[in-house]
């Protein structure tokens, strides 16, 4: 059996020892995505969600809400994802990133490697659908990234 995580939901949506709940950011134009996105997140736990289906207000929506993760659609209309997340980079975002799109696997790895070389966090890059277990694992991922910066910063 190959599991993503062992742990229960709300474990993993808290994160060690109580901490708060990851806050999240989904950016997609598409509404749709955006509510099974957000539903997939409230199965696996308990997370400080906020939804943006226009680039401009989730570059405010990034500063104000500061949140732990990003999930970023790359093909949007106002300001494309690869100009969005050089612009959170810019604004100094250092939360975990995710990337989805619909478009050529290689368009999605350019987008991925632009997003590094301006110093962001990639925790991965997925085709859409995104599936509920990569979900999980990407969560995971960015709960242990937080876990150890907030152990780091304790030192």
Do not use: W
Request: hydrophobic share 45%; charged share 20%; proline share 3%.
């Amino acid at each position: 059996m190959n599991n993503v995580s062992s742990q229960h939901p709300e474990a993993l949506a808290q994160g060690e020892a109580g901490l708060a709940p990851l806050r999240v950011l989904l950016l997609d134009d598409d509404v749709f995505m955006l509510d099974v996105l957000s539903d997939m997140l409230e199965q696996l736990g308990q997370f400080d969600i906020r939804c943006e289906s226009h680039s401009e207000q989730a570059l405010s929506t990034l500063k104000q809400h500061q949140p732990d993760l990003l999930i970023c659609d790359l093909s949007m209309p106002d300001i494309d994802g690869i100009e969005f997340l050089r612009m959170a980079a810019d604004n100094g975002f250092r939360g975990g990133v995710v990337l989805l799109s619909g478009l050529h696997s290689a368009v999605r790895l350019a987008a991925e490697r632009l997003a590094v070389a301006n110093g962001l966090y990639i925790l991965g890059t997925f085709r859409k659908p995104m599936e509920s277990a990569e979900l999980q694992l990407m969560v995971n991922m960015q709960l242990q990234h937080t876990a150890r910066l907030s152990h780091g910063q304790g030192r």
